[in-house]
């Protein structure tokens, strides 16, 4: 089949789906105005095989940025893969063309993790890189060379997301020396709008770290995983590393990770848990001083059980008393069903509140569209879970 064909047969399939697959929660998912639906990505389109790695943002302009990964040759984790960015001045039902904010030149760059900056309105983005000639297996065990291996940067945006400044290497600030692979977000980062540390950037990460001496250095080890936050006072020109999840214990391993501001202050992180033992693919805990500590190792969050082992998004609600939103795919054993649940506890339980469809789904990402809607960016297809990245536009009364 052509590239042609088999782009027509999944815009074909996506818009059929779109306009048979119906919405389940208590009442309509669609907004109070405007479209339902769009759909920002579609693989094959625009010189690229696959898009993955969803990441959206709303600027204080209005303007939703929806982030991916551009994937130029294979749906694969590894080789030449761009930062890539579309522009919607309508909350999110059209689209402006796609822009590359981060070429790969044949190595990888990805996991945006885009945030605000509060002081200045400056557009902060976080990304991760390797050489497009290694694998994330060969980093863990330690057969890629520094530069080779994965290396984080900063970009920034004074201009609506319009133009991005060239990525800037911050490794030496935020990856010590016996960390192998890493990994910011992906998905938006928080400014944090209350306390002491009000207007401090926050991205969630994570990293695997070198096996301790005399122990068998495979790389394949997923106990070596570990998550930890990154931080700015300076709108992006400085970082620090936070907390850091280092029990590597293979009990709970916690990986990619997001976190929401809550109404008290505290930070809320919610992780995957990659191949751990512990019953349960989602751990969870709180930090009290803006990311630096958490409040207590990472645990199991038991009332998301039915999310499998993927990325997920949290949202915290600004109205008075609005809820904790996660999102993630709600078969425990398969990327299929996006949905969205709700806490009204500061995330200590949650409950589902709305599934989008039947369809497979997988990495997702919600965003703020005003008071009454909210957004969300994930992948999903009719036949393949990554044909497409579409932009669902839903109802607060739905969802709280």
């Known amino acids: 089949m052509t590239l042609l064909s088999r782009t027509l047969t999944r815009t074909f399939l996506v818009t059929a789906a779109l306009l048979t697959t119906p919405v389940t929660a208590a009442g309509n998912a669609s907004a109070d105005t405007g479209c339902t639906s769009s759909v920002p990505y579609v693989s094959g389109e625009g010189g690229y095989d696959t898009y993955r790695i969803p990441a959206t943002i709303t ?6 940025l929806a982030f991916a990964e551009g994937r130029h040759n294979s749906a694969g984790d590894t080789g030449d893969i761009d930062v890539v960015l579309r522009r919607s001045f309508d909350g999110g039902c059209t689209w402006g063309p796609l822009t590359v904010v981060a070429a ?8 945006p993790a885009p945030v605000v900056d509060p002081r200045t309105g400056t557009i902060v983005l976080v990304t991760s890189y390797n050489s497009g000639a290694v694998t994330e297996a060969e980093i863990m065990r330690g057969e890629a060379t520094p530069e080779e291996s994965r290396r984080v940067f900063v970009q920034r945006s004074l201009d609506d997301g319009r ?7 911050i490794t030496r600030q935020v990856k010590p020396a016996n960390w192998r692979w890493y990994a910011t977000g ?27 001496p005399g122990s068998a250095d495979t790389g394949q080890e997923a106990k070596y995983y570990g998550a930890h936050a990154i931080y700015s006072d300076d ?8 907390f850091v999840d280092d ?24 992780s995957r848990d990659q191949l751990g033992t512990s019953i349960g693919n989602r751990l969870d805990s709180h930090s009290s001083d803006g990311g630096v500590t958490l409040d207590r190792p990472y645990t199991v969050q038991p009332t998301l059980n039915e999310a499998p082992v993927v990325e997920a998004s949290v949202l915290q609600l600004p109205s008075r008393g609005g809820p904790l939103l996660f999102s993630a795919p709600s078969v425990p054993t398969a ?5 969205v649940w709700r806490s009204t506890d500061g995330g200590a339980t949650f409950t589902k509140a709305l599934t989008l469809s039947q369809q497979r789904a997988a990495y997702s990402d919600l965003v703020p569209l005003g008071r ?4 969300i960016l994930y992948e999903t297809g009719v036949t393949g879970t990554y044909e497409t990245i579409e932009f669902r536009r839903l109802r607060v009364a739905d969802l709280a």
């Open 163 to 169: 133009h991005f400044s060239s990525p800037r290497d």
């Open 372 to 375: 009454d809607t909210v957004g």
């Open 247 to 270: 029990t590597y214990d293979g009990f709970r391993n916690a990986n990619e990770s997001t976190a929401a501001e809550l109404p008290d202050g505290r930070l809320y992180f919610n």
């Open 235 to 242: 709108a992006g020109l400085t970082w620090r590393i936070g």
């Open 335 to 339: 990327r299929q069903s996006m949905a």
């Open 104 to 111: 790969g030149d044949g190595n990888t760059r990805g996991n």
């Open 59 to 64: 600027t204080p302009r209005g303007t939703v």
């Open 186 to 212: 992906p998905g938006h980062a928080i400014a944090l709008r209350r306390g002491p540390h009000a207007g401090r950037l926050v991205i969630p990460s994570n990293h695997s770290s070198a096996p301790p």
